[in-house]
């Protein structure tokens, strides 16, 4: 992904010193793995990892996590990386960072499309254990599970982006979704950020779900913004057995599924124009308009 600039440098030295001055038992070999959006992940040792924020929009974030993360995991059917310790300021470092397990597997992106099946229920389970009702102090988000109509001035300058074959196909789904009435229940609980990079599958012939990961957009609201992974992580019949799935517990009827699609689309186009062409966080945007084109599901 094109990601902001870094507003503090962060090095595999600065995380090694950070864990040495505050969690000395938990040091080990540190090995910078990525640089997101929001963080810098190193893995430490085999078993653990850390996150760190890079930038200040984002520090508050993983403080989210390390609250609320916790009281949500025993709730949940699946591996989640509920922080082991917390870390803070330090070596001219300013913000909060976080301890997390460390899960072998591949995030779901990686995976064929045609050998997706195993993950569907898994991850429509999911779903419907995460979207209960949220306490009055869960956070909210000014850009994840609010109105379709509120961001529709950006997706619109988006689409614009777009070749113009493209946009037309995305510019359809939006129009059909864009004034679908808005969740009126009580805001639910939200992962923030479901998408095919942050669900990791089991290695082997046949995947699983092996986790569900990268928690900083954590907040509450409308459940169709993670709904939306149905449709950018499978296709028509597994994302049939991912609806019914996540319907399990909670109606999921037609305007929370065209809610859904509205927000694949808003999704999806940030992976199209900020992603390098030909990588896997690309081929998310890519495999969304597929799978608009010669299908029209309610």
Known sequence: ????????????????????????ALAGEVRVVAHGWDNVIARVGAD???RVPRRALSAPLVQHEARWLPRLAPLLPVEVPTAVAVGGPGHGYPWTWLVCPWFEGRPLAE???????????????FVAALHVPAPADAPASPWRGIPLAVV?????????????????????????CRDTPAHAGPPRWLHGD????????????????????????????????????????????????????????HPLDDPVWDRALGWAVALGLLFMLDAEPGTVAHGVGAHLLEQLRGHDER
Do not use: Y
């Not at 902001?4 to 595999?12: K, L």
């Not at 982006?161 to 129009?175: C, G, I, K, N």
């Open 1 to 24: 992904m094109r990601n902001p600039p870094a507003e503090v440098a962060v090095d595999a030295a600065l995380v090694e010193a950070l864990l040495h001055e505050q969690l000395p």
């Open 48 to 50: 653990l990892c850390v």
């Open 111 to 125: 995976v064929p499309v045609g050998e997706r099946g195993g993950v569907a229920a898994g991850l429509g389970a």
């Open 152 to 176: 529709d001035a950006t997706v619109e300058d988006r689409l614009r982006q777009v070749p113009s074959a493209d946009a037309e196909t995305l510019r359809a789904a939006w129009l059909r």
């Open 194 to 249: 479901l998408h095919p990079l942050n669900v990791l599958a089991d290695v082997g012939p046949e995947p699983g779900l092996r986790a569900v990961i990268d928690w900083g957009d954590l907040c509450c609201g409308d459940p169709a913004t993670d709904l939306a992974v149905g449709w950018l992580a499978f296709d028509a019949h597994d994302r049939a057995t991912f609806r019914a799935a996540a319907a399990a517990r």
